[in-house]
């Protein structure tokens, strides 16, 4: 691990240096909020923002992409056969990402990268890509990264960690890959990182949300899966994708042909356990049909399958994205609570 | 490493009609491209996705057997979107196959143990794979006793006929045909239910046998009690699970139910294993 | 409010005890302060969970669809005319519900905290369908001009609005949170879900976004009570009434219709008459 200072007056030339090498993501203003884009030429990422509506996920997962092409016309040697669609895997960074979102990156890498398979467009994407985070001085109210084994300063699934100080930047470079960047940016001024503490301990202090788990993972998933909470708490719930596509920690995703006259493309597009499509069979038998079931399943898989699956706690981390933007105000941190508190009848 | 999303083309060697009202069609598919088919090493019980550029993806259960070369075969059922046009193709038409996929029926952990087979409707396509596979000269000696109980609605709806009479005549499977009901005087095998032909034809339970499960929701509900009264212990009961499934690598999510993703860590599971997962449908 | 608070509770509670109802559906406190959580209450001890507040944004009707019990609902002015609509359609009996009548001087704005859009020019705030009322009738607004951001974009040329179409849904991720918020969009499947035909694809392509957004505006042309549940709904702030006004628009204009004021008159476009204009067929 390196420390580097960099003065703030020198961080756009910095980033311009950056280019030449990098594909650069980066927090945009739009309207009345943030969401993480691809950085025109000469336009810097606007690192004065609370955090992005959509979280940057798509950097590494895009909504919509495309896995094939293929020709349907028969008078083609190679009709309906897939080819592979050529990518971008140049290198690229997401600046200022936020440390809960790069925790999410490293909590959705277990799904994309298992012992069996390795899904080679997110993993490209990812093994692609440097995440230089900023930690955060301002948490929103929503925040509730510390009680999901994250916080604002948290460094898990960053290559370098910017703080914020006064004129200038403390970073933590903190991988090789990070050490690189930083000198791709001309950013080689040692720093001093005894500032961080302090700022670390205020910004943990201004989080006053929590979300309670301490005892789901003693629970018998039957017992959460039967508990008669589930009526009330998904009473309200429009089945929409808000959450899921808001959510950092979200992956699932449907394929998709799609056909533009002889010739077409596979796609894979963002997908919501909330629909009732997601479940459907091709009989249309639907195993999940009631709203009940899809509500459960979204806060089983996050705060008790995914616990119990991979022992590296909850599939949150506590952005707070849902708790702003649901339209009916379904609260993951309500739900955990209900589900923490249960008590099966004997 | 190689694309897990991407299927081996294929070329439709020959179509069957499988079942009197051709809701069934069976359909033999050969590899184009030389290495593919040993790439494609399976065993029974698993699945592959059967790829329509153009239409998508369906998963369903490999119904050939691992000793049969050459080809790749499936019996269909025309259900969907896909598998409607899948019916409507012709021999020598070229397509997909992506797979294997899931785990297998745990033959290896069966030798030496008497097998009792439960099947009905159109999900016997995996069981058929597993008996060619179990009765083939090199296999068959390693196994104990095989029954098979295999029921259909009518006699109109019993896939591989041809198969079932010669395996009929063999004295190293027993088998256990039945229909729902039928008014076809020279029909000579059972009547009823699976649950019930299970109840009277089964073999009793004891430390060396397991019954292989897979068929539709009900046959399995009401066929697990009669297992139960016959002694069949949980761990010994083997069952095949199917969920909506997109990508068969248990990476796009939709199949899961507890811990589980179907595709990847199923389809196949002990009953003792399913006591534990949610079921959805409830 | 806290008069109107302790009405609705005084009458939920009444109605759950003599068993009226079965259960209200209504608002309890939320957890951001910017937000009411729609919710349904069963039991008599819990009316003490009922709030009235700027946040109760969202269209209760919504909740009511193909719902077979007796049932209270708290009901601002435009929840009523949805409930009427609600009727109209037979997706709800008057007999089965109880509508407990809220008089509204308007939402707040989630993101600004001020007189949401729609409120600013409501000319119906004031239940039209009740059986109990919380509170004396608000005087109406009548000197509003409902459509000026209508007419600004109807002024615009084809190019110009086309442009204003593009840029206006630019930032739709598809999560369909309009027309789940929408208490007219309860079609079994939207055609957007269908898949046999399929109507338009599922990516992230602009004429696919637009598509969906056009034609579920005019799937409610006739029947839009501009009670603004999609807008609030809307996590991107997309401004989705833009189109959903004009229709109304059209429609107050062609037929001098407004949506949910009767039960004794269907919306104009599910009805023909001899002597309906048809000039703008072209």
């Known amino acids: 691990m390196k420390v580097i200072n960099i003065d703030k007056e020198k961080w756009a030339s910095g980033v311009e240096s950056l280019t030449s090498t990098y594909r650069l993501f980066g927090p945009v203003k739009e309207d009345d909020s943030h969401n993480f884009k691809e950085l025109k030429k000469g336009e810097l990422p606007d690192l004065a923002y609370g955090n992005s509506k959509l979280s940057p996920k798509s950097a590494v997962f895009p909504p919509s992409e495309a896995m094939f092409t293929y020709s349907l016309d028969e008078k083609n040697e190679n009709h309906h056969i897939l080819n592979d669609v050529k990518k971008d895997y140049s290198p690229r960074a997401v600046l200022g990402i936020r440390p809960c979102d790069a925790k999410a990156v490293s909590l959705v890498r277990m799904n994309f990268d298992t012992k069996e398979y390795r899904d080679p467009y997110w993993m490209d994407a990812f093994e692609a890509t440097t995440f230089v985070g900023l930690a955060c001085d301002n948490p929103c109210s929503t925040c509730f990264c510390t009680s999901t084994g994250c916080g604002p300063f948290s460094e898990e699934g960053l290559d370098v960690l910017l703080v914020e100080n006064g004129n200038a930047y403390i970073a933590k470079a903190l991988t090789a890959k990070g050490e690189k960047l930083m000198d791709a940016a001309g950013f080689k001024t040692a720093g001093d990182d005894s500032a961080i503490a302090a700022k670390k301990a205020a910004a943990e202090a201004k989080i006053t949300a929590s979300i309670e788990t301490d005892k789901l993972s003693e629970k018998v998933i039957m017992d959460l899966y039967d508990a008669p909470i589930w009526d009330d708490i998904s009473f309200s719930c429009i089945n929409c994708c808000t959450c899921t596509y808001a959510c950092p920690t979200c992956w699932c995703f449907d394929i998709q042909d799609e056909n533009k006259g002889l010739s077409g493309v596979r796609m894979r597009n963002w997908d919501s356990c909330m629909t009732p499509l997601f479940t459907m069979h091709g009989s249309g038998h639907n195993p999940r049909s009631q709203k009940k079931q899809r509500v459960r399943q979204r806060f089983m898989h996050k705060l008790k399958y995914f616990l119990d699956k991979y022992q590296k706690g909850i599939m949150c981390v506590g952005c707070g994205r849902c708790v702003q933007q649901c339209p009916v105000n379904i609260d993951i941190r309500t739900v955990s609570k209900k589900m923490n508190d249960y008590v099966a009848a004997s | ?282 | 409010m806290d008069a109107y608070i302790t009405k609705i509770k005084e009458i939920s509670e009444r109605l759950l005890k003599d068993g009226t109802v079965e259960a209200v559906i209504g608002f309890r406190q939320g957890t951001v302060p910017t937000m009411s959580e729609p919710c349904m209450i069963k039991r008599s001890d819990d009316v003490k969970d009922l709030v009235w507040d700027s946040n109760c944004r969202i269209n209760l009707c919504n909740y009511l669809t193909n719902r077979k019990e007796k049932l209270a609902i708290v009901a601002k002015g435009c929840d009523s005319r949805n409930i009427v609509t609600h009727i109209i359609e037979n997706k709800i009996k008057r007999d089965q519900l109880f509508i407990i009548g809220v008089p509204c001087k308007g939402m707040n704005d989630k993101n600004t905290g001020e007189l949401q859009d729609n409120c600013g020019t409501c000319t119906h705030r004031n239940p039209v369908i009740y059986d109990e009322l919380v509170g004396d009738l608000v005087e109406e607004q009548t000197d509003v001009d409902k459509y000026a951001d209508v007419k600004k974009v109807e002024a615009l040329s084809s190019d110009e609005k086309w442009n204003f179409f593009n840029d206006l849904y630019s930032s739709c991720t598809r999560c369909h949170a309009c027309r789940n918020a929408c208490p007219l969009c309860y079609c079994p499947t939207c055609f957007v879900d269908e898949s046999k035909p399929q109507w338009v694809g599922k990516a992230d392509d602009a004429v696919d976004i637009r598509t969906y957004h056009f034609l579920r505006a005019y799937h409610c042309a006739g029947r839009c009570t501009d009670c603004g549940s999609c807008e609030a709904a809307c996590p991107q702030n997309i401004k989705v009434r833009q189109m959903t006004k004009k229709l109304e628009k059209d429609c107050s204009e062609l037929y001098g219709w407004e949506a949910g004021l009767t039960l004794d008159e269907r919306p104009p476009l599910d009805t023909f008459k001899v002597d309906d204009r048809e000039d703008f067929i072209k």
């Open chain 2, 1 to 282: 490493m190689e694309n897990p999303y991407k299927a081996y083309p294929v070329r439709i060697d020959s179509i069957d009609v499988a079942t009197q009202d051709k809701s069934l069609r069976t359909f033999k598919f050969v590899f184009l491209n030389e290495g593919d088919e040993e790439k494609f090493a399976y065993e029974s019980g698993q699945f592959a996705e059967l790829s329509i550029p153009g239409k998508g993806e369906i998963p369903i259960g490999i119904a050939s057997s691992p000793t049969e070369k050459g080809f790749v075969k499936f019996t269909v059922f025309r259900t969907g979107l896909v598998t409607n046009h899948l019916h409507n193709m012709k021999v020598g038409d070229i397509m997909g196959v992506r797979g294997p996929l899931g785990n297998s029926y745990p033959l290896k952990d069966l030798e030496g143990k008497n097998i009792v087979i439960i099947g009905a409707g159109f999900a016997f396509t995996t069981l058929r794979s597993t008996i060619v596979y179990l009765l083939d000269p090199k296999n068959r000696s390693r196994f104990g006793n095989i029954d098979v109980i295999y029921g259909a609605r009518n006699p109109g709806m019993i896939l591989y006929k041809d198969e079932l009479t010669v395996w009929e005549k063999r004295d190293d499977i027993n088998m256990h045909i039945t229909v729902d009901s039928t008014d076809d005087p020279s029909w000579t095998y059972h009547t009823g239910f699976v649950p019930t032909i299970t109840e009277t034809q089964a073999p009793k339970a004891d430390e060396n046998t397991y019954a292989i499960m897979c068929g539709p929701p009900m046959m399995l509900k009401f066929t697990k009690p009669v297992l139960d009264k016959l002694g069949y212990s949980h761990d010994k009961i083997i069952m095949s699970l199917e969920n909506r499934m997109k990508c068969g690598i248990g990476i796009c999510g939709r199949c899961n139910i507890g811990k589980e993703l179907i595709c990847k860590d199923g389809p196949v599971f002990t009953l003792e294993q399913l006591k534990h997962m949610p079921e959805e449908d409830t």
